[in-house]
């Protein structure tokens, strides 16, 4: 277990609906990750958030957006979904900004839409 | 071309074979390397975190970077059906707030 939870652990909507996933990352950790992972493109960065602010993007589509809360844990809005949007989406922390290479990733919502 | 390219596999293995896991990479700039173990339907592992050039041994796992060929390896020794699992390297450029690059990952399969 490396501490960082996601929820829901499953979700299952319709095109065009609009979905939240939320993340607590690990006690003490301030940088939070997201990233989608489907078959064909891998694992791709989303964005990344530290101590409540945005810090860089990836490849996130102008549909999804995301935040840090006070309390560190973080939601990734996923809206207009279409398809192609099914896919696991983690959510990873580290400790300091510096800490990217020593990412603890959650166990993942799997999203399917229909 | 991808950043990084990792062969899908899958690759299937007998328990306690030595198993090798590749990465090649095309950015120069990458210094740090990892490898991430991920079993089916959870987060992927930090399992091995590299700096620069070299060896890095942790048990029965070994991490080898070749810069000059834009090479990284996973060695697995006496590999255990419990080591079935997908394995991704990822990438990365030090002092850069910039994201992680991982690769595709492969698939191994150990069999008893």
């Known amino acids: 277990d490396s501490g960082v939870t996601q929820t829901p652990k499953h979700l299952i909507t319709a095109t065009g609906q609009r979905v939240t996933l939320r993340c607590s990352p690990r006690?003490?950790?301030?940088?939070v990750y997201w990233y989608q992972q489907s078959l064909d493109q891998g694992l791709q960065f989303l964005i990344q958030?530290?101590?409540?602010?945005?810090?860089a993007k990836g490849n996130i589509l102008e549909r999804f957006s995301a935040q840090q809360f006070p309390d560190l844990h973080s939601e990734l809005n996923l809206s207009s979904l279409e398809l192609g949007d099914s896919a696991l989406y983690f959510c990873?922390?580290?400790?300091?900004?510096?800490?990217?290479?020593?990412?603890?990733f959650g166990p993942g919502t799997r999203l399917l839409v229909l | 071309q991808k950043e990084v390219e990792q062969d899908p596999g899958p690759l299937s293995v007998p328990e306690g074979a030595i198993v090798s896991l590749n990465c090649t990479y095309s950015?120069?700039?990458?210094?740090?390397f990892m490898w991430y173990r991920q079993y089916s339907r959870k987060g992927p592992e930090l399992l091995m975190y590299?700096?620069?050039?070299g060896n890095k041994e942790d048990g029965r796992f070994t991490a080898q970077v070749d810069k000059s060929s834009k090479y990284i390896s996973l060695f697995i020794r006496d590999s255990q059906p419990s080591d079935s699992a997908t394995y991704l390297c990822?990438?990365?450029?030090?002092?850069?707030?910039?994201?992680?690059?991982f690769g595709t990952g492969t698939r191994l399969q150990v069999f008893p």
């Open positions: 990873a922390s580290s400790l300091r900004l510096a800490d990217k290479e020593t990412q603890y």
């Open positions: 006690s003490g950790d301030l940088s």
């Open positions: 958030y530290y101590n409540g602010e945005e810090r």
């Open positions: 950015n120069s700039a990458f210094q740090y």
């Open positions: 590299t700096y620069s050039s």
């Open positions: 990822a990438m990365s450029v030090p002092y850069n707030t910039d994201k992680l690059i």
